[in-house]
């Protein structure tokens, strides 16, 4: 199986050359009588200014290790490829407008953590909250707001209350 993640980790470095990191960890945390096995399969992976963190469970009689590892590749591929568009410039990351939910609030410091539909934490400031609506938001509210990759790593602008 190491070899086996070891040649899809080889084709992710074939779409964007300068990965600083790339960690993958498949569980197969326990047997469950009914669905059969589950397994978890995360990967992490770093290229400058940016961290895409994908995770997966996947599990039922008919899903093997291999369709797990298989499905969360082809995922970090996908993500990957978006990184490198916008880290070349065929894709403007101020173009697309996304929605979420606020995972982390921390409203005496003035910031807080967006976290997307892929599982991604985005961070944003309370200035880029239109309207001056950073006071109003709680945790758990869904927003929408637009990516931008900035000197230190992305972020989110534009932030508002979906």
Not at 69 to 77: G, L, P, T, V
Not at 140 to 145: K, L, N, S, T
Not at 146 to 155: A, K, R, S, T, W
């Amino acid at each position: 199986m190491q070899r086996y993640v070891e040649r899809r980790v080889t084709k992710l470095d074939q779409i964007a050359s300068n990965i600083v990191r790339c960690h993958v960890v498949i569980e197969a945390p326990h047997r469950h009588s009914r669905e059969g096995r589950r397994y978890a399969v995360r990967i992490d992976v770093r290229v400058p200014g940016r961290e895409i963190a994908i995770s997966r469970e996947l599990g039922d009689s008919e899903i093997d290790v291999y369709a797990a590892i298989d499905e969360a590749f082809d995922e970090a591929k996908r993500r990957l490829r978006e990184a490198v568009d916008v880290r070349r410039g065929d894709v403007k990351s101020h173009e697309r407008t996304l929605h979420g939910r606020v995972a982390k609030l921390f409203g005496y410091e003035g910031y807080g953590f967006i976290e997307t539909a892929a599982g991604d934490e985005i961070y944003f400031h309370k200035n880029s909250v239109l309207n001056g609506a950073f006071e109003r938001l709680e945790r758990g509210d869904r927003v929408r707001f637009i990516e931008e990759e900035g000197d230190d790593g992305i972020h989110a602008t534009s932030v508002a209350p979906a």
